[in-house]
């Protein structure tokens, strides 16, 4: 079987493939960390940020995977082979990265369900590392706004002192200093005239990279063949199935469609607890 083959299988029985530390070097330590597979990026759930090989190497990684086409979320992780007894200087702590994920509840294919529509935020330095959380109004599916106009927003919460970039395409096409808590920063879009364009945030401090957000990304509404918008101007003929016009990376604000509470979900929490127990 190809890698593309492997890949395809896993993303069939509901699994989600995502590349680890790719592009680490093979070296004494890691004989095959390096991602050489020539593979279709498509079919990526996700792009890992990963323990001490995480940094602009691995981000231009995910950015080339996305300009290829891929719509793959940012996911971060230890690495910890150890279940965190012995740190040393290729590993850190368990949930150094920290992936948060907005799921509609506490299970595992809601989670799943939650990377895939791009709602994750990765903190680089672990739960404790400042908090973003990004949308864009508009109708969506999944990681997809769809509208002419729309209003990008992002609410920084713990990150006073860092840098805001507001990044396009793998660009950045803005930046503020974090000078409050919270702290909010919006702009308006518009929505390229064929094809989608994508928006995230990011956090920096110099030139570490502290916190990211997955891509949310933006099409104009489609339209019938007589010129109007069929049935919302979804890409099936449907609406949104959340009622949401929110199109944030981590959040989702005002769904009153849904019956079910949001929860945001730590996947590293059992990081939190071992560090609670180490200190107490």
């Known amino acids: 079987m190809t890698a593309d083959g492997a890949i395809q299988a896993y993303n069939a029985q509901g699994a989600i493939f995502s590349p680890t530390h790719p592009t680490e070097p093979n070296w004494e330590f890691c004989i095959g ?61 368990m949930g150094t990265p920290t992936t948060m994920v907005f799921a509609e509840q506490l299970s595992v294919d809601a989670i799943l369900d939650g990377v895939r529509s791009g709602r994750t935020v990765v903190k680089m330095e672990g739960i404790e590392g400042p908090m973003l959380e990004t949308q864009l109004t508009g109708e969506r599916i999944g990681d997809t706004v769809f509208a002419d106009t729309a209003t990008l927003s992002v609410v920084v919460t713990d990150g006073v002192g860092t840098t805001l970039q507001i990044i396009k395409n793998g660009a950045v096409v803005g930046s503020a200093t974090v000078n409050s808590d919270p702290f909010t920063h919006e702009m308006s879009v ?34 019938a063949p007589d010129g109007g918008v069929p049935d919302g101007g979804m890409p099936d003929g449907g609406t949104d199935p959340g009622g949401s016009s929110s199109g944030c990376s981590c959040r989702i604000a005002g769904a009153p469609d849904y019956d079910t509470g949001f929860f945001l979900t730590v996947l590293a929490f059992g990081a939190w607890y071992w560090r609670r127990r180490r200190a107490s």
């Open 190 to 223: 518009e929505a390229p005239a064929e094809g989608e364009d994508r928006y995230r945030h990011q956090l920096v401090s110099g030139i570490d990279v502290r916190t990211i957000g997955s891509y949310v990304w933006l099409r104009a509404p489609i339209e």
């Open 33 to 93: 960390c390096l991602w050489e597979f020539e593979v279709d990026p498509t079919n990526f759930g996700g792009v890992e940020q990963t323990g001490i090989w995480r940094g602009s190497e691995a981000i231009g990684f995910w950015e080339n995977a996305c300009e290829a086409g891929s719509h793959a979320a940012v996911l971060g992780g230890s690495d910890d082979h150890d279940a965190g007894q012995n740190a040393s200087e290729i590993s850190e702590p």
